[in-house]
């Protein structure tokens, strides 16, 4: 046996040991769900027990209050694990961020206790409001990824993978001014803003069936009008234009706006736009050398995970932005079987039963597991650092 798997049987037997206090944290945040921005709670019981083992804890990082920082050891190579621990509005946690809190947790406390024997740093970072508000895309542009080695965190779903195929997210905020008319006297001194987003709103319906099977394109009018007498003189939508790589999302944002810019010339309206460039989700780059890593010891645990190429995109995540700046994975752990959504009150349940406590300690031990092979094999982080250094040579 070498001294890596030394290392790591010593790493399995610290979460196994820690495990009645880890489970019983993930359930006290389970049952205290709060929304982005506002995981005083949660962010606070955190960083608690990082301080309380060891870990030297900044607290508020990045100007967002329930951010932070905990870090153990000294220089490099250094190795974090990304805790998310927000919930959905009205539904809590539907999308188990209490498991990926305390999972990044308890691999952070795992890893940490090998570091002497290693050298390097660990750290947890808190990140909030990935549900609601990409608290990473804020973090990210505020350097609170920077000169790390690698960033990681696992995430419970209905299938284990390590491949995550999250979409480039852009939000896009429109408004039409026409002009108020009374709909049957003088309907013709209006000019219709309603026209306008139906004009607008049929023409991206056909702009889907010219769009790649991966991309997706949706939205909701916000204002349609006051009254059904009054030629409407205002409307507003929002929309989100998702894509599997960051160009064709750009290619898709022109085809997108030059629809509204048509709608506004045929129906004689003002178009005012907004594209929410500073929320703007990156598309997740999966760093093949660390999946293959934490493949290998997710796998050693006794999952398997599913092939690549049967895993289809998943929405968008925040986590896109951070494996922009440094070499990251994003895989996720199953707790529920295929046919279970996240998202919805089933998954909340499944994230407090004894599934979800299995796919937390399970998630754990990887993780950590992985950060022993980071720290302790230049070989692969060499390979991180080229793949990053090829991928990034070649993105937008």
């Excluded at 506004?264 to 907004?274: D, F, I, M, P, V």
Aim: aromatic share 6%; with cysteine; proline share 4%.
């Amino acid at each position: 046996m070498t001294v890596r798997d030394e290392l790591k049987r010593s790493i399995i037997a610290g979460v196994d040991r820690r495990k009645d206090d880890l489970l019983k944290l993930s359930l006290r945040i389970h049952s205290n769900p709060e929304v982005a921005f506002r995981e005083e709670k949660a962010a606070a019981w955190l960083s608690e027990v990082l301080e309380g083992e060891g870990f030297s804890v900044e607290r508020g990082i990045c100007q967002i209050p329930t951010a932070f920082r905990a870090s153990f050891g000294q220089g490099e190579p250094r190795v974090a694990f990304l805790a998310e621990y927000d919930a959905l509005p009205g539904l809590g946690h539907g999308c188990g961020h209490n498991i990926i809190g305390t999972a990044s947790l308890a691999a952070g406390l795992a890893a940490k206790e090998i570091v002497a024997q290693t050298s390097g740093s660990v750290l947890v970072i808190g990140t909030p409001a990935e549900e609601a508000a990409g608290g990473k895309v804020y973090m990210a542009a505020r350097g609170a990824f920077d000169g790390l080695d690698c960033a990681m965190l696992a995430h419970p779903g209905n299938r284990d993978a390590v491949i995550t195929h999250a979409l480039a997210c852009l939000e896009l905020d429109v408004e039409f001014f026409g002009k108020a008319a009374h709909a049957a006297a003088r309907p013709e001194a209006g000019v219709n803003a309603l026209d306008a987003m139906i004009i607008a709103f049929s023409s991206l319906g056909m702009l889907r069936q010219q769009l790649r099977d991966s991309a997706r394109l949706h939205g909701i009018i916000t204002d349609g009008g006051q009254a059904v007498n009054v030629i409407p003189h205002h409307t507003a939508a929002s929309l989100l234009l998702r894509a599997r790589d960051d160009s064709y999302l750009e290619e898709i944002k022109e085809k997108v706006l030059s629809c509204f810019l048509a709608a506004a010339q045929a129906s004689g309206c003002r178009l005012e736009y907004r594209w929410g460039e500073e929320s703007r989700y990156k598309a997740m780059r999966t760093n093949l050398a660390l999946a293959e890593a934490y493949q290998r010891n997710i796998e050693s645990i006794g999952r398997r995970i599913a092939e690549p190429e049967a895993r289809p995109a998943v929405g968008s995540t925040d986590m896109g932005n951070v494996s922009a700046i440094v070499p990251a994975i994003h895989p996720t752990v199953a707790i529920a079987p295929p046919e279970f959504p996240i998202h919805t009150v089933e998954f909340r349940e499944i994230a407090a039963s004894e599934a979800g406590h299995q796919g937390l300690i399970d998630s754990a031990k990887a993780l950590a597991m992985t950060a022993v092979d980071v720290l302790t094999n230049a070989d692969l982080r060499r390979r991180m650092a080229e793949e990053f250094k090829n991928e990034s040579a070649t993105a937008p």
